[in-house]
């Protein structure tokens, strides 16, 4: 049992929320993102057909996870992919350090990779004298100055215009100061392609791995992610176990609704297939293409019959688009890899619901982003479900840390209550104090003041329900039966 | 060594614990059905495929040169002229790239287009010319295997003959595009190529030139890749 909780979010979230700055930054850009997803579904109904499969796609991948994996691994190898598996970040990242030494291999471009960012794989490497450096355009964006990504998809979102301006002028050589998009393109291009042409290594995340070809799908527009895979002569790319789909023709669905989801694209400007390193007689691509599967508790979210949705996520964002936290507090304030919604599911059941307590919280449960996964995956549902996970001990559960966010103070509180509840003559008498003295009670006294601090303070009725019935009773008054 | 032997171990391991801990969890119960039908409905008579590939591309800013079977490559030289490409990067080895060649040199030899635009054959690895390839090239000229209707997307299977990175590093990409191989979905190209059974090493969908929006939403193309994509679409619907 916890004493004392951390809670992260509740006091970030405030700070952000005194930040006009920032929230205008979001609420521009999510507002731009849910109208041009909805563009993308006119037809409400062709959207549920495709949700439908989408849901049924990533479940029936699931369900066959273990066979899956290994087809998958099997015909990885054939194809010349060497496979290793890392149970948790720390093993990833030896296992990445292990490959790049071998190859002698000192600096290392990076597409878009959230699993990366999980395994905070940067700051490793760096430790271990490689440099790693960010190509996706938010990424680099972030990269210089410290931050890590507000968005899973667009992880430089609650920077604008002029603060990327500033900071280009000021960190890369020989910039001048311009707030044009397309001129702050170029110079990161330029930077950029020169980075690609001397990187000894290349990595990526994964956004589909096929089983039946061994296939590592990439979806993007920039162009970084092909550049990170096919000009480097290592390639390593890393993904969550939970990535496998059977078949190359149910990617395809897969996908449509992704980039429809993610940023209302119809298509990626890319969409990427890697099915093995540098062929025979092929006069480019790497030598090498190495994969790292990496668990990092997923393997126990599988466990648990309810909880296995959370792994059907395909990381379009759009929960994080229409939530109404996330665009009020932005990425940040949720100090976890993953942000919104879905972070909300997905970062409790890895670093364990008691200390995470406060993302479980921090939402209203409106239910919209429930209601625009691709995915259907019911984050409202399973938010209630970790709550009570965090404080019970329910036997057969596997989640992670439960029962330890339960308070003393809570827990105080439950027991006074089931002792009430259980001395009828003292319930009696309990009430009747609650009913002529609460009202007395100040809003600023100890407990009472987490609720007053946002809402008005309730004020209890003047006679409790039970004596109510019995005066009616005795004055043969309605009944109420 | 000691490094990659460890690790070696380490994962084998760790594949182990995983595999029997899902295994543990057991699959159980029946898989959903796939209903495809919202796939399938996504389908246009020949004419219209093309129609909707060149709306759809030219919607995230590609180009198009209309040509037809027997013009396309004089088309192709007379863009690059117009353009005043220094150099155009192409597979010898490739149908594409070997008619391109031949057909320029004839000319060349009937005496049009002397001077102009330099073909460059991609004929050594990369690591002979990698400077080169990213510093001194203008252009580079891949044909396609196919494309995508519902979306617009070109299909390429890059090769020996038709190497990896001359669709991604030259600024601008020029590509051969037969009407009659646009498939209707990106879903129907993969099961009419055969994907699902045998990909080479590298295979891809391209809808556009390379572009970003990670600055204030604000679509900015040529960030890595091509800054400009210029197909060239060849009307050979009446034939097929
Ligand atoms: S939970 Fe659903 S909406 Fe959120 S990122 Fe994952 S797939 Fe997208």
């Given at each position: 049992m916890h004493a004392e909780l951390e809670v992260h979010f509740r006091d970030s979230a405030a700070k952000a929320l005194l930040d006009p700055q920032l929230r205008a930054n979001f609420r521009r850009a999510m507002d731009g993102l849910m109208a041009k997803r909805k563009a993308q579904f006119p037809d409400p109904a062709d959207l549920q057909d495709l949700r439908d499969l989408s849901t049924a796609i990533r479940s029936r991948s699931l369900l066959n996870l273990p066979d899956l994996l290994e087809q998958f691994e099997a015909n990885c190898t054939k194809n010349?992919?060497?496979?290793?598996?890392?149970?948790?970040?720390?093993?990833?990242?030896?296992?990445?350090?292990?490959?790049?030494?071998?190859?002698?291999?000192?600096?290392?471009?990076?597409?878009?990779?959230?699993?990366?960012?999980?395994?905070?794989?940067?700051?490793?490497?760096?430790?271990?004298?490689?440099?790693?450096?960010?190509?996706?355009?938010?990424?680099?964006?972030?990269?210089?100055?410290?931050?890590?990504?507000?968005?899973?998809?667009?992880?430089?979102?609650?920077?604008?215009?002029?603060?990327?301006?500033?900071?280009?002028?000021?960190?890369?050589?020989?910039?001048?100061?311009?707030?044009?998009?397309?001129?702050?393109?170029?110079?990161?291009?330029?930077?950029?392609?020169?980075?690609?042409?001397?990187?000894?290594?290349?990595?990526?995340?994964?956004?589909?791995?096929?089983?039946?070809?061994?296939?590592?799908?990439?979806?993007?527009?920039?162009?970084?992610?092909?550049?990170?895979?096919?000009?480097?002569?290592?390639?390593?790319?890393?993904?969550?176990?939970?990535?496998?789909?059977?078949?190359?023709?149910?990617?395809a669905?897969?996908?449509?609704?992704?980039?429809?989801?993610?940023?209302?694209?119809?298509?990626?400007?890319?969409?990427?297939?890697?099915?093995?390193?540098?062929?025979?007689?092929?006069?480019?691509?790497?030598?090498?293409?190495?994969?790292?599967?990496?668990?990092?508790?997923?393997?126990?979210?599988?466990?648990d019959p309810q909880l296995r949705a959370t792994l059907r996520c395909i990381r379009c964002g759009a929960c994080m688009n229409h939530c109404p936290v996330y665009t009020r507090v932005g990425g940040h304030a949720y100090e976890a890899v993953y942000p919104g919604p879905i972070g909300k599911i997905l970062t409790p059941q890895m670093e364990g619901v008691g200390v995470r307590h406060d993302l479980i919280h921090g939402s209203s449960l409106c239910g919209a982003c429930g209601e625009v996964c691709p995915v259907e995956i019911p984050i409202p549902e399973i938010l209630v479900r970790l709550r009570r996970e965090a404080t019970h001990t329910d036997a057969g559960s596997q989640v992670a840390g439960k029962g330890t966010g339960r308070t003393r103070t809570e827990d105080w509180a439950w027991r006074l209550w089931a002792g009430l509840l259980k001395r009828p003559r003292l319930y009696r008498l309990a009430a009747w104090f609650a009913t002529r003295f609460g009202k007395a009670l100040p809003a600023g006294a100890p407990l009472i003041q987490n609720w007053t601090r946002t809402r008005t303070k309730p004020v209890p009725a003047r006679r409790s329900l039970q004596e109510r019935m019995r005066s009616e009773a005795q004055s043969g008054g309605t009944r109420h039966d | 060594m000691t490094d990659a032997t460890t690790s070696s171990a380490a994962s084998s391991s760790a594949r182990a614990a995983i595999l029997s801990r899902l295994r543990a969890a057991g699959g159980g119960g029946p898989l959903p059905p796939l209903d495809v039908t919202v796939l399938e409905r996504r389908q246009w008579p020949a004419r219209e495929r093309m129609e909707r590939l060149r709306k759809g591309m030219e919607a995230v800013h590609t180009e198009f040169l209309e040509a037809t079977p027997g013009n396309w490559t004089a088309v192709a030289r007379a863009f690059c002229d117009r353009e005043g490409l220094k150099n155009l990067l192409y597979g010898p080895g490739s149908e594409a790239g070997a008619r391109l060649a031949a057909d320029w040199a004839a000319d060349r030899g009937a005496g049009q287009g002397a001077g102009g635009t330099q073909l460059m054959p991609y004929d050594r690895p990369v690591e002979a010319f990698k400077d080169e390839l990213f510093n001194?090239?203008?252009?580079?000229?891949?044909?396609?295997?196919?494309?995508?209707?519902?979306?617009?997307?070109?299909?390429?299977?890059?090769?020996?003959?038709?190497?990896?990175?001359?669709?991604?590093?030259?600024?601008i990409h020029l590509a051969l595009l037969r009407a009659s191989t646009i498939q209707d979905s990106f879903w129907s190209a993969v099961k009419a190529l055969g994907w699902g059974r045998r990909l080479p090493p590298n295979a891809l969908m391209i809808s556009g030139p390379s572009k970003t929006a990670d600055i204030e939403q604000t679509l900015a193309y040529g960030v890595h890749g091509p800054k400009r994509l210029i197909v060239i679409l060849v009307d050979d619907l009446e034939l097929a």
């Open positions: 010349g992919i060497r496979v290793h598996w890392a149970e948790t970040c720390e093993e990833a990242n030896e296992l990445i350090l292990g490959i790049l030494q071998s190859k002698g291999a000192k600096t290392l471009v990076k597409g878009k990779s959230m699993v990366s960012e999980e395994m905070h794989l940067n700051a490793f490497l760096e430790q271990h004298g490689i440099e790693a450096l960010e190509s996706d355009l938010g990424e680099y964006i972030i990269q210089l100055d410290g931050e890590t990504p507000s968005h899973i998809i667009m992880p430089a979102i609650h920077k604008n215009k002029d603060q990327i301006a500033r900071q280009f002028s000021q960190k890369i050589k020989d910039a001048k100061y311009t707030e044009d998009v397309d001129e702050l393109t170029a110079m990161a291009r330029k930077v950029l392609r020169q980075k690609f042409l001397d990187a000894d290594a290349g990595l990526s995340g994964v956004n589909f791995a096929v089983a039946e070809t061994g296939t590592l799908c990439l979806v993007e527009n920039e162009g970084n992610g092909r550049m990170s895979t096919h000009v480097p002569p290592l390639h390593i790319a890393v993904m969550g176990l939970e990535k496998v789909v059977a078949r190359l023709e149910d990617v669905p897969l996908y449509a609704i992704l980039t429809r989801s993610a940023t209302g694209q119809a298509v990626s400007t890319y969409f990427n297939l890697i099915t093995g390193p540098r062929g025979t007689g092929e006069k480019d691509g790497p030598q090498d293409v190495h994969l790292v599967i990496l668990d990092n508790g997923r393997s126990r979210i599988y466990a | 001194g090239v203008d252009a580079g000229f891949t044909g396609t295997v196919g494309g995508v209707a519902e979306t617009g997307g070109l299909l390429l299977m890059p090769d020996a003959a038709e190497p990896r990175l001359m669709s991604l590093v030259p600024p």
